[in-house]
């Protein structure tokens, strides 16, 4: 029985931040200031502060300055507003990422809406989503981003293919939706409501399954020759696609881990770069 062909983003993102390393450190070398990303964290918990930590491993690692401002969970949204926009003005500061579950009691969108578009390196506030839709220069949402890049790197060209996404958060399902529409894809949204899903997945081309349900989409759903593309993560190192079944049925697909993950910090860290490129007198 054939097997799918592995969409390796660890290799493609060890290449990204390679490149990006080179760009901080000429950019260092011309203005004296490296790159700077500051981090936000409101609370403790156990998994953010991993992936806090993480990517400022990775940002040390590609020369790019770190910031990390760590609040407490009984934080208000007025103040989380407000260190974000202190973030915003500080000229020091060239992108900002907030991390996200912020906790029920605080408006994220607000929170969101209170990052400087041009510091927007995680692509979240509204006027990245607008640039996102409409083709217009901007950052765009990173684990999106970095699923374009993997489609790149493996030669799929989204035109004229029915491309189905499973899941329509703000910061994943959404956005690469839009950014396959703009590449002259057919996309077709999935989400808890969607009736008989099984047969919608089965058109699918290509396969975007961003919705936190481990193994939700099953094998043999999947159309022979489909590209999966599996942006869940859940314990145990599961995705949302059941992975030992729609191996045997994909042309390519992402393993988990190994496949989106690694490409969301290297979109992250490249645009970071982008941004302190783009500050005025560089």
């Known amino acids: 029985m054939s097997q799918a062909q592995l969409m390796d983003g660890t290799a493609l993102a060890r290449r990204i931040v390679e490149d990006t390393a080179k760009r901080a450190a000429d950019l260092k070398d011309r203005t004296g200031a490296a790159p700077c990303l500051a981090t936000v964290l409101v609370g403790e918990d156990p998994a953010s502060v991993t992936y806090v930590r993480m990517k400022q491993n990775r940002c040390r690692k590609a020369g790019i300055e770190s910031r990390h401002v760590a609040l407490p969970a009984a934080t208000t949204t007025a103040e989380l507003v407000g260190t ?42 509204l006027s990245s989503y607008s ?45 690469v939706g839009m950014l396959l529409l703009g590449r002259d894809a057919t996309v077709t949204y999935c989400h808890s409501r969607t009736k008989d899903l099984s047969s919608v997945v089965r058109e699918a081309d290509i396969v975007v399954a961003a919705v936190g349900r481990p193994r939700l989409i099953r094998g043999e759903d999947v159309k022979p020759g489909a590209v999966v593309i599996d942006a869940g993560y859940n314990p145990g190192n599961v995705g949302d696609v059941d992975f030992d079944t729609a191996v045997t049925r994909a042309g390519l697909i992402t393993p988990v ?6 490409m969301t910090i290297a979109v992250l860290l490249e645009q970071t770069v982008a941004a302190a490129e783009r500050r005025p007198g560089v």
């Open 84 to 125: 974000l926009r202190a973030l915003s003005e500080d000229p020091t500061v060239h992108g900002i990422l907030l991390q996200h579950p912020v906790g029920p009691h605080i408006d994220e969108r607000a929170a969101f809406e209170a990052i400087d578009p041009r510091k927007d390196v995680d692509g979240v506030t």
């Open 131 to 175: 640039a996102m839709s409409f083709g217009l220069p901007g950052f765009v949402s990173c684990t999106p981003g970095g699923i374009m890049r993997l489609l790149d790197e493996y030669d799929v060209d989204p035109a004229g293919k029915r491309a189905v996404v499973v899941g329509r958060s703000a910061i994943l399902g959404k956005p």
């Open 257 to 262: 881990p190994g496949g989106v993950g690694p």
